[in-house]
């Protein structure tokens, strides 16, 4: 694999965008390509046979580009996919979900204490934090709630705004999430409502932004697979499954600037 190629980044849609900004803000020559499957968002509500055929086809697209590094940008797809698209995978590309990168942290930072998390459906129904953490022997505790509201609630717009920060406000609220100490944002659209998180808990409780975690784990791994990127900034090349202008006006919220999204032909999925 040479340094020169592309970082693929796939979500169910333009959420994960604020992972590929996170990584874009870390290290800045790196080249891109992102997929957005919006023909198919959400995952969230979506079995998890549905989520791996998708994902197994969006990593063929990223393989046949010559991606050195696959990263399943949507907790969704990382709980309902990961092993298969890993196995899938094989040595052709090093593929990095989500979820382990965080419960490293949580490991190192939150050991012994309660944690709550948000999620989609598909993220918390899945149960794939807690499981992952026993499996390792990990002392994490961890309180789940899905919140399908929110993930909608921000692709249309509304956050930092009454409407949003009563449907935040109704979620934290929920009896589940009470006595926690460190709340992780299990979905990769959150990052965009912290700040409202942060306002409703007035510093009682640390929100945990995972983006800057993976994105962290991810110069990791490059740096230690000697794999970074050498020469000068690399292309970034962002498609989609389904293309819109509304699409594309809201990639501003997701990555600080507005991209120019190209409509991926398949339509045979
Ligand atoms: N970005 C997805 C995730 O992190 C959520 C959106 C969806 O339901 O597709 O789970």
Known sequence: MPNSSPIG???SGIGGLTLAHAITELMPN?????????AHLPYGDKSATAIQAYSVKICNLLLEKNCKLILI?????????????????????IVVNVIDPVIQFLDQHWSGKMLGLIGTKQTVNSGIYSQKAEALRKDIHI?????????PMIEEGFFNHTISEQIIKENLLQPVLQNIEGLILGCTHYPLIKKQIDQFYQGRVDVIDTSLIVANEIKRILESEDLLNKGKAGDRQFFVSDYTDSFEKSTQIF???????????IWDW
């Open 9 to 11: 980044i796939f979500d």
């Open 30 to 38: 790196e080249p891109i390509i992102y997929f957005g499957d919006t």
């Open 73 to 93: 940008a949507c907790n969704s797809a990382s709980a309902a996919a990961y092993d298969l698209v890993k196995a899938y995978v094989g040595t052709k590309a």
């Open 143 to 151: 309180k789940s709630l899905a919140t399908p509201l929110l993930a």
């Open 255 to 265: 990555f600080g600037e507005t991209i120019k999204l190209t409509q991926f032909p």
